[in-house]
């Protein structure tokens, strides 16, 4: 037997229709009143912030003021610093002849620091030099004083460390270190080729280091030690005029066991004078925690 079903009628099926087009405009007016996604994303090199893929921004990175976000520390302001990444050069101009010093600082993320900082003063003319390699940027950064008369001058700053290892640098003229009232009474003479060594106590948190001769060329290392043959900053000096530009430095000293190694690197026929005193002392140190290489107390 045949059997028959009963057809639609055709206004059924003219509805139907009416309904999926009505459908399809609904879909796209609703996406349209959806959230939007935000153009920052959660990665694995983004720890603790978060990284706009728009700007880049992140990663410690001010991509607005090309500025790496150096330690909150004891004159080192992030806003003033430049970032200089591996293997660049960045250079500071001073025109006028009546600035006499500059006070250069040198910070990282808690990695390497390796640079080669000269003053110019002319063309082909380098009066002062220096190499520095620190351990950690965060922990110790670098702080030292160049002086700088009759201008004008340029300080240049090269950033000697793979492109993995930026430094943050800073050369100011309004913010100088000074020098401890009684550094002077504590210079000793450094014979050419000879070293001295000075031990500091736990408490000591940084130190003043200054060098300088009677008129003749500077020459020096400097050292900072914690442990046997383990460097934790190096300085490597040249000057023109160790009396017209004598050498300033603070350097941090946190733990125990700290020894500056100051090596006169010059021939036997030009001393220099050094000047090694405590900077900064906590007064809250206690000494019955434990102390590298000894036994003092016991």
């Given amino acids: 037997a045949i059997h028959s079903f009963p057809l639609l009628p055709v206004t059924g099926i003219a509805t139907m229709k009416l309904s999926a ?4 405009a609904v879909i796209p007016a609703a996406s349209a009143f959806s959230p939007a996604v ?6 694995a090199l983004n720890v603790g912030g978060s990284l706009d893929t728009r700007t880049g921004a992140g990663i410690g990175l001010d991509s607005s003021a090309g500025s790496l976000s150096a330690p909150k520390r004891k004159g080192v302001d992030p806003a003033d610093t ?5 293997g660049s050069l960045k250079t500071w101009s001073f025109a006028s002849p009546a600035l006499e010093r500059l006070q250069v600082r040198l910070t990282t993320e808690g990695r390497p620091l390796d640079a080669d900082i000269e003053l110019w ?18 922990l110790r950064p670098f702080s030292a004083v160049i002086e700088t ?15 993995e290892f930026p430094l943050a640098a800073k050369v100011a003229a309004d913010d100088v270190d000074r020098p401890a009232a009684d550094i002077s009474s504590a210079a000793m003479t450094i014979q050419g080729g000879a070293l001295r060594t000075y031990p500091f106590d736990p408490s000591v948190e940084s130190v003043q280091i200054m060098l300088k001769t009677d008129g003749r060329p500077l020459n020096a290392r400097i050292e900072l030690l914690q442990g046997p043959n383990n460097n934790k900053q190096v300085i490597e000096l040249y000057t023109e ?12 000293t946190p733990g125990s066991g700290n020894v500056v190694r100051v090596v006169n690197t010059a021939p036997v026929e030009f001393p220099m004078t050094a000047s090694v005193v405590p900077n900064e002392i906590n007064t809250d140190y206690s000494t019955s925690g434990v102390v590298i290489g000894g036994d003092t107390g016991w």
């Fill in 21 to 24: 087009l009505a459908l399809l």
């Fill in 38 to 43: 935000s153009g920052r994303v959660n990665t």
């Fill in 82 to 86: 430049i970032l200089v990444q591996g």
């Fill in 121 to 138: 003063q002319g063309p082909d003319n380098t009066p002062c030099k220096m190499r520095v390699y620190v351990e950690d940027g965060s």
């Fill in 149 to 163: 008369p009759r201008g004008p001058n340029t300080v240049a700053i090269r950033n000697i460390g793979q492109i």
């Fill in 241 to 252: 005029d160790g009396l017209d530009r004598p050498f300033f430095a603070v350097i941090e």
